[in-house]
């Protein structure tokens, strides 16, 4: 889902990124039943009949708040229709909130999930999850079947990690290449079967290389998904480096497999890393 993110996502021409390219749950909180709450309220004094009320008030709506991350996760899987679909199990979740999701397409060859933080429980499709309204968005998560991979190339465009003006140590035995151009900044490496980009304003001064390297440290033990052919992981910062917007994209024979997520780099891996089958 390109450019759902729409408070966030700024225009290619004024993001930082970091790119990857590839040649190779929850809390759970149990709320109580119908009728052990029309039971306890019953027996529970006055001074404490506000809690009784809440528990037949959130019963009453239907509410689910004993779902966790792993059950809205094989909840979306179970309706998705695509054979093998796969996506995120793990998600950067704050304090007291929930996740639930919306199912935007489902075919048989393609799928899109936009993952929500919510304060409270809510249903999957609910109406009102909408990527342009109050409901502050996690990711998306697309999957797409191509006939021809050749189309993909906006996708998958050509990035240098052979070579460059100004080599950097990326630590565990990765080397960068660093170049500037038009008042943007790149930073280009190989990482196993994947490449990675860090493009930022060079007005902003942002330590693109502090920012590789806390991702090949992550990296270093945990494991994106394989892609057959190619893999990208996209990082930008809209001018000011304040705000962020990440893409991780890789190809699975001729499944392109695209997600996309305001978090910061290291959060945006981790969920691309609980990918899984």
């Excluded at 979306?76 to 639930?100: N, Q, R």
Aim: contains cysteine.
């Amino acid at each position: 889902m390109r450019n759902r993110f729409y408070s966030i996502v700024l225009p290619t021409t004024l993001a930082i990124s970091v790119t990857l390219i590839a040649c190779g749950a929850g809390t759970s909180r149990s709320e109580p039943s119908n009728s052990q709450s029309v039971a306890a309220s019953a027996q529970t004094p006055p001074s404490q009949s506000d809690n009784s009320n809440q528990g037949n008030q959130a019963a009453d709506k239907g509410i689910d708040q004993t779902k966790s991350t792993a059950d809205v996760v094989s909840e979306v899987k179970s309706k998705l229709k695509m054979e093998g679909a796969m996506i995120p199990s793990s998600f950067p979740i704050d304090a007291g909130h929930h996740l639930t999701a919306s199912i935007e397409s489902n075919g048989a060859q393609s799928y899109e999930v936009i993952f929500y933080q919510t304060k409270k429980a809510l249903p999957i499709n609910d109406k009102s999850l909408q990527p342009n309204r109050n409901v502050p968005v996690i990711a998306s998560f697309i999957a797409r079947t191509y006939e021809d991979q050749s189309s993909a190339t906006d996708v998958f465009p050509p990035i240098n990690v052979e070579g460059g003006p100004e080599a950097v140590d990326l630590g565990h035995g990765i080397k960068g290449f660093s170049e500037g151009a038009a008042g943007h900044s790149y930073l280009n490496w190989r990482e196993g079967n994947w490449i990675l980009q860090i493009h930022s304003l060079l007005t902003d001064q942002m330590n693109n290389q502090g920012i590789a390297r806390k991702m090949v440290a992550y990296l270093e033990n945990h494991s994106l998904p394989a892609p057959k052919d190619k893999g990208r992981v996209k990082v930008e910062y809209r001018s000011g480096g304040k705000e962020v917007y990440v893409g991780i994209y890789w190809q699975d024979g001729n499944v392109i497999y695209e997600l996309e997520t305001d978090k910061v780099p290291l959060e945006a891996l981790k969920i691309a890393v609980s990918v899984n089958k």
